[in-house]
T-cell receptor, first 122, second 111 residues
């Protein structure tokens, strides 16, 4: 079945540094990928929609200059947390769906999620 | 207004007992409904979905959910839980071409 790989699974970084998270669709092409953030004991919040070959679409309240998204190919999207601060510590999850372009994306094929990245900023 | 509400943040249940995880949605959103499961430190996996048709939806791992339009609910059920069902369960709806997740319910299986 369709698989989405996310790397790294855990990362600890110092305040002020930048961290890059990769999201790959392993056996399908994804023109659109989605990035979520999950706070402890809370739901997933959609941060942005990553579009291959074009700029990402950010949700209201998400700083695009802080959370840089690059979707360089049909199988890879990256999220870079720039100048990370302790409040950026969170669980970040990506998702993708074969051949779909909407975040609902589940009418015919399910949305596949990566295993997430636990970011801790010290 | 919140689009989806999970009334219980945590549900303890004995192994082999039945369980119901509650989910209510806002009637203002389109009625595409989903349940996802998240195991510790992992991403989400689709359990089941309701798009149209039969209101009783069967999913993986023995779970099922019933869409109730009059009560705007989509509760998740399993007749007999196993220790491996310990996880966080998220109800989700589509709104404006996006998925909106509930806050999740942690299912805690007691031995």
């Amino acid at each position: 079945g369709a698989v989405v790989s996310q790397h790294p699974s855990r990362v600890i970084c110092k305040s002020g540094t930048s961290v890059k998270i990769e999201c790959r669709s392993l056996d399908f092409q994804a023109t659109t990928m989605f990035w979520y953030r999950q706070f402890p004991k809370q739901s997933l919040m959609l941060m942005a929609t990553s579009n291959e070959g074009s700029k990402a679409t950010y949700e209201q309240g998400v700083e695009k200059d802080k959370f840089l998204i690059n979707h360089a190919s049909l199988t890879l999207s990256t999220l870079t947390v720039t100048s990370a601060h302790p409040e950026d510590s969170s669980f970040y999850i990506c998702s993708a769906s074969p051949g779909q372009v909407s975040a609902s994306a589940s009418y015919n094929s399910p949305l596949h999620f990566g295993n997430g990245t636990r970011l801790t900023v010290t | 207004a919140q689009s989806v509400t999970q009334l219980d943040s945590q549900v303890p249940v004995f192994e082999e007992a039945p369980v119901e995880l509650r989910c209510n949605y806002s009637s203002s959103v389109s009625v595409y409904l989903f349940w996802y499961v998240q195991y510790p430190n992992q991403g989400l996996q689709l359990l089941l979905k309701y798009l149209s048709g039969s209101t009783l939806v069967k999913g993986i791992n023995g779970f099922e959910a019933e869409f109730n339009k009059s009560q705007t609910s989509f509760h998740l059920r399993k007749p007999s839980v196993h220790i491996s069902d310990t996880a966080e369960y998220f109800c989700a709806v589509t709104k404006d071409d996006k998925i909106i997740f509930g806050k999740g319910t942690r299912l805690h299986i007691l031995p």
